[in-house]
Every structure is written in C-alpha cells, then in structure tokens.
T-cell receptor, first 112, second 113 residues
C-alpha cells in the first residue's frame, strides 16, 4: 500500500526550539509539498520541491525552511518555534503528470 | 489574495438528502479541479476531480460540476450518509504551475441521521 508517512502524529515543543518535521514517501514521486491547515484558512502552502536538493517557497514560508537530500524524504524545519506556528502540518507528494496529491496523516504541532 | 474560495464554513444535511458544496475561483489559468475529504486527525483523501475541458464528472454518489464562465464548481453528494460528515476542500491547479494545488478554506459537512 503506497503512502506518505509523517514521523509524528502529535508534537509539543517550547517557544524558541528548533523543530524538525519529517516526511517520507514510498511512491518514487518527484514532487513533495508541505502545507499547514488552520481553521477558516484551509490548507496553505509553505514550501515545495520538484526534485532532490531543490526547493521553492510557497505562500507562507516565513519562519520555515526545508531540506530534500533524498528523493523520498522532505523535511520541514521550524528554525525557532513560535506559538503562531501551532497548527496541523500536512505533507503530500505527487508526480508531475498527476493531477492530485497523496497526503500523509498530518502532524499536530503545539508550541507552548 | 484567496484564489480559491469556499464561502460556506459549514453545512448540515439530513441523511438521504442531497449535499451541495460550493467553490469559487478567481484565476482563469486554473485547468484542473479536485475535491478532497478530510476527517479529524487524518490527512485529506482524494474524492473526485474534473478537467476544465469537461463540465461534469460523476463517481458513484459524488458528482462535480464546473461552470467556467462563472468560475464556479460544486460537489453534489446524493444520497448523503452520516459517514460523509467531514471537512471538504476544493483545490485547483494550473498546467503551468507544475501541479501545485491551491486550496479553499474548507466546508464542514454534517450529515444527521
């Protein structure tokens, strides 16, 4: 069963901590994406990547960075966590020819 | 600038009746549209899609309608079932954007027995 796996379902971190959210896909997809979901705002794109070692800013990249050293793995990094980064984080992957994504189960991050 | 809008945050429907979820978009370059369903604490799952060359696509109880002139699409669920209760996201992409999806705010559907 093909899938996108996010390493943690729930995380609680302190303000100022450096936080790593990991995402791995086993479908050999070229494209990978990080979104955050907030009530009333829907899914907003943070960063995406079309290939290894390449990254593009999405609509809300401030306070985040990403790393894609291997095709199957796309990491989201919160350099210094803040309370306004408390959210549900969703990773997704796709092929360039695909019209849609496969999503992971999400990581609910709480910053205290 | 919200390019994809779902103006109804919530919708309540009786079991067996039709659910209609609406979505508007502003970018005329969008050529592919999708609906995703999301349960709490889970990732969104793909439901149905439509290309801009069509105006209707049907899959079982789910039908998506696209009105390009109005930049509007809708998802019809007939008949609605309690298991359909979830948040539904509309999404759109443009062929020249490498598959990047722009999502709406979501509509929470509640189907009451």
């Amino acid at each position: 069963d093909v899938k996108v796996t996010q390493s943690s379902r729930y995380l609680v971190k302190r303000t100022g901590e450096k936080v790593f959210l990991e995402c791995v896909q086993d479908m050999d997809h070229e494209n990978m994406f990080w979104y955050r979901q907030d009530p009333g705002l829907g899914l907003r794109l943070i960063y995406f990547s079309y290939d290894v070692k390449m990254k593009e800013k999405g609509d809300i990249p401030e306070g985040y960075s990403v790393s894609r050293e291997k095709k199957e793995r796309f990491s989201l990094i919160l350099e210094s966590a803040s309370t306004n980064q408390t959210s549900m984080y969703l990773c997704a992957s796709s092929r360039p020819s695909m019209g849609g994504y496969t999503f992971g189960s999400g990581t609910r991050l709480t910053v205290v | 600038d919200q390019q994809v809008k779902q103006n109804s945050p919530s919708l309540s429907v009786q079991e067996g009746r039709i659910s209609i979820l609406n979505c508007d978009y502003t970018n005329s370059m969008f050529d592919y549209f999708l609906w995703y369903k999301k349960y709490p604490a889970e990732g969104p799952t793909f439901l149905i899609s439509i290309s801009s060359i069509k105006d209707k696509n049907e899959d079982g109880r789910f039908t998506v309608f696209l009105n390009k002139s109005a930049k509007h699409l809708s998802l019809h669920i007939v008949p609605s079932q309690p298991g359909d209760s979830a948040v539904y996201f509309c999404a759109a992409s443009a062929g020249n954007q490498g598959g990047k999806l722009i999502f709406g705010q979501g509509t929470e559907l509640s189907v009451k027995p």
